[in-house]
């Protein structure tokens, strides 16, 4: 049975700081708007697990794209949005996806190609199934691998982003916190891709 897009964001919305925060977001006029990540999946995965809908959740992420790719606009972004959500005592990260590749090989030591979207960024993420953005100004889901992972609790491997270490890291990170979550062999992934 395939996970309705409503459903998704129905259990997300059930976070009041996810409601809050896609609420207040369109005030800062930011291009390609997305609130994506842990946020929105791990909601879902702490339904399923009957949990509070914010437990485990360590930050809000929010990415934009913006072709102006200097760390001063950026840091604006930043700054500006610390007033519109100081209040909710959480951690939300802005990060303009234009300029990711400016600082990616030197925090984690690997080139990081340039992004062309918000999208972009989320299509990179490790796991396929946590691939999932909300557009807060249209309230439509970008989710590129569906929902059906997520629903199913599956952990498999991104194939836009074949890092299988720091796949099965992140993978083992998500099943240590909701351990009936199923991380999928990456070796069978990878031939199942290959047989296409």
Not at 72 to 83: D, F, G, L, Y
């Amino acid at each position: 049975m395939r996970m309705p897009v409503d459903s998704l964001l129905r259990i997300a919305m059930t976070n009041p700081l996810n409601a809050e925060i896609t609420a207040r977001l369109p005030s800062l006029g930011l291009d390609q708007c997305m609130l994506t990540a842990g946020c929105l999946f791990q909601a879902v995965w702490n339904h399923q697990s009957n949990l509070p809908p914010e437990w485990g959740v360590k930050d809000y992420d929010v990415f934009y794209f913006d072709e102006d790719v200097s760390w001063e606009a950026e840091n604006e972004v930043i700054n500006r949005a610390r007033s519109v959500f100081q209040d909710l005592g959480v951690d939300i990260e802005f990060k303009n996806q234009a300029r990711v590749h400016l600082w990616y090989g030197q925090r984690f030591g690997r080139p990081y190609p340039p992004l062309q979207s918000a999208k972009d960024g989320i299509d990179r993420y490790l796991v396929a199934g946590t691939c999932i953005g909300l557009d807060v100004c249209t309230r439509e889901v970008y989710a590129p691998y569906g929902l059906d992972d997520l629903q199913q609790g599956l952990l498999r491997i991104n194939p836009a982003n074949p890092e299988p270490d720091l796949f099965i890291q992140k993978a083992r990170s998500y099943q240590a916190r909701w351990p009936w979550l199923t991380i999928l062999d990456y070796e069978s992934h990878a031939d199942a891709c290959t047989d296409r």
